[in-house]
């Protein structure tokens, strides 16, 4: 059977920690992967804007020693003729053995898994799920605070068309004494399936609240994010509300010593550049992990084995 990844609860708990047990393998021992996916072909379906997806996905299959192609937007592609996404996913499949794709759509890369004859991977579907992005901010998490239990992560900015923000809330509720603090303006908080199904839905403690200087005290991780300025309905919306929260040295100051601060990037002004010099700054970290996870990802659905 062919396994795509379109949601972070495809895998189990146990599958998710055996991918961070090879991300971390990969880390000590790059070496050692270098050819592991020769003569493989990744393909980068991409109808969205993107730099760290798209790119750590290439960089990813390159260092495996397999080969890439893709297109970045949709005019590049025959997605401007009209041609549909089940379509381009038959055809992709001829040519690859894996596809990534992001989509502004929510649901595309679910239509393209169920024709596709290769293993499709969300690399981030509309204001929905981004589900590489939180095996990225799961390695980090553990490789910083040496677990994914017992923490409280605090997720401030755009919690409705936050797509990281979804998807790394639904992988996180799985851990044992995971509390969460839902920081945003009113008209910017987490839909409601997220708070009744995802929270509520599994005896999760949390709270939604307004203030970020009131939260960050609390907090073990700050999962910070940027307004979805693509996904407003009309720009004064967006112009009111993307000042909500910035994030600075002084700000800092109220956090604990050991707290990390998150960001899947990019980031427009919620985190002042001053705070990139602050030891618990982890967003460029991040980024780094997201190569070592997306490695272990290709692998892991190509049914490819651990080298000795
Ligand atoms: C995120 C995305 O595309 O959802 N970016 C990313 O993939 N790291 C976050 C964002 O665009 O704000």
């Known amino acids: 059977m062919i396994r795509h990844l379109l949601n972070p609860l495809d895998f189990s708990v146990e599958e998710i920690d055996a991918l961070l047990d090879l991300s971390d ?37 390159l260092r495996l020693g397999g080969s890439i192609m893709g297109f970045q937007s949709a005019n590049s592609s025959s997605a401007a003729k009209g041609e549909s996404v089940a379509d381009t996913s038959r055809v992709i499949s001829c040519y690859a053995d894996i596809m990534a794709m992001r989509h502004p759509k929510e649901g595309a ?21 981004h589900p590489t992005q939180t095996l990225t901010d799961l390695l980090t998490i553990r490789s910083l605070k040496g677990r994914l239990d017992d923490l409280t992560i605090g997720f401030c900015g755009d919690l409705k068309f936050g797509r990281t923000v979804h998807s790394l809330i639904e992988a996180m509720v ?16 987490v839909p409601s399936y997220i708070r009744e199904d995802v929270l509520r839905g599994n005896n999760i403690p949390f709270e939604e609240v307004n203030s970020l200087d009131d939260a960050l005290p609390k907090l073990d991780i700050l999962y910070m994010t940027r307004v979805q300025k693509e996904r407003f309905f009309n720009e004064e919306d967006y112009i009111r509300l993307k000042d909500s929260y910035i994030l600075t040295s ?18 427009v002004n919620e985190i002042s550049v001053e705070v990139d010099d602050d030891p618990r700054a982890g967003y460029f970290k991040q980024v780094q992990y997201g190569v070592y996870v997306r490695m272990a990802l290709i692998m892991t659905l190509l049914g490819v084995k651990k080298p000795c």
């Open 250 to 267: 002084e700000k800092m100051k109220l956090a604990k010593k050991d707290m990390w601060v998150l960001h899947p990037l990019p980031r």
């Open 25 to 61: 393998d990969i880390q000590k021992r790059p070496e050692a992967y270098a050819h592991v996916c020769d003569g493989k072909k990744l393909a980068t379906c991409f109808y969205e804007p993107s730099t760290r997806t798209r790119l750590s996905f290439e960089s990813a299959m």
């Open 174 to 189: 799985r851990y044992p004494n995971v509390r969460i603090i839902l920081i945003s303006p009113q008209e910017l908080k």
């Open 109 to 129: 890369p679910l239509v393209a898994s169920r024709v596709a004859t290769i293993p499709v991977i969300n690399a981030g579907d509309g204001g929905h799920q």
